[in-house]
């Protein structure tokens, strides 16, 4: 039997327990990982049926990466493990929302604590372009280079 | 001249100021609202170029709605609108995230705050199928129909 339960009709979609995600036509669905102490979303990546699956046993972070095409298991390389403290689904199952426990120094391969350091000023006028955007965060909470030794 | 900046090469996009968003293969990049308050996740939709323009543009969410195909500024027929205190954009400029003061009493359809009222326990053994989810939130904040007249 499947982990993941057939999808019916909207109304069951919506309001039914049974776990019936909804992956788009490469087979991913989009997961929003904020750090359960602060809130900050800490970044947004994609997961297949199995990295769904992965996350769900493990109570740890699995995404696919779709630049590597494979199963990325956040942290085994950097050590920055993201604990699952709640996953959650949407409405109509086609999006997740993981709050997590943010091991190590951050989230981002950039080296700052979460892949959304830069914003962008609201308000504008259309003829200000190109959009100049703010950084956030300055300073990097760990050397990218010494983790990803590259 | 475009509002938007090319994307160049990958330390152009992670390092600089200057906004250059990837829209994807249907033109279109996922944005997160969550709650300024609470950090609660809210929901996750999509934006394309202008939904994201008309965004910045007015500060409150404007989505693409893919079922409608249209632009989508939400709120406009529940009052829900979504009063956008931060805006913020992802390492790889993929993902938007906004910090939202949601207007009238939620931002789910449903009637819910949060598209996000169920849970799925992790830890789970993968004989035990199909998943079952927790209901997370009980009390709806709003009736959708009074609210959407359907």
Same mark, same amino acid.
């Given at each position: 039997?499947?982990?993941?339960?057939?999808?019916?009709?909207?109304?069951?979609?919506?309001?039914?327990?049974? /776990?019936?995600?909804?992956?788009?036509?490469?087979?991913?669905?989009?997961?929003?990982?904020?750090?359960?102490?602060?809130?900050?979303?800490?970044?947004?990546?994609?997961?297949?049926?199995?990295? /769904?699956?992965?996350?769900?046993?493990?109570?740890?972070?699995?995404?696919?990466?779709?630049?590597?095409?494979?199963?990325?298991?956040?942290?085994?390389?950097?050590?920055?493990?993201?604990?699952?403290?709640?996953?959650?689904?949407?409405?109509?199952?086609?999006?997740?929302?993981?709050?997590?426990?943010?091991?190590?120094?951050?989230?981002?391969?950039?080296?700052?604590?979460?892949?959304?350091?830069?914003?962008?000023?609201?308000?504008?006028?259309?003829?200000?372009?190109?959009?100049?955007?703010?950084?956030?965060?300055?300073?990097?909470?760990?050397?990218?280079?010494?983790?990803?030794?590259?």
């Amino acid at each position: 039997m499947s982990a993941f339960a057939e999808r019916t009709d909207k109304r069951a979609v919506e309001e039914s327990l049974l /776990l019936a995600p909804k992956f788009d036509a490469d087979g991913l669905i989009p997961a929003v990982a904020t750090c359960a102490k602060t809130g900050d979303v800490l970044m947004l990546a994609y997961m297949n049926a199995e990295a /769904l699956k992965k996350t769900i046993e493990i109570g740890e972070a699995v995404y696919y990466s779709r630049s590597r095409q494979e199963l990325w298991h956040k942290g085994k390389t950097s050590g920055h493990v993201q604990k699952v403290i709640e996953l959650r689904i949407d409405c109509d199952q086609d999006a997740i929302w993981m709050k997590v426990d943010q091991l190590g120094e951050g989230a981002c391969h950039t080296g700052f604590s979460t892949c959304f350091y830069r914003a962008i000023p609201t308000g504008q006028v259309l003829d200000e372009k190109p959009y100049m955007m703010e950084q956030k965060l300055i300073d990097k909470t760990f050397d990218p280079k010494k983790v990803y030794g590259k």
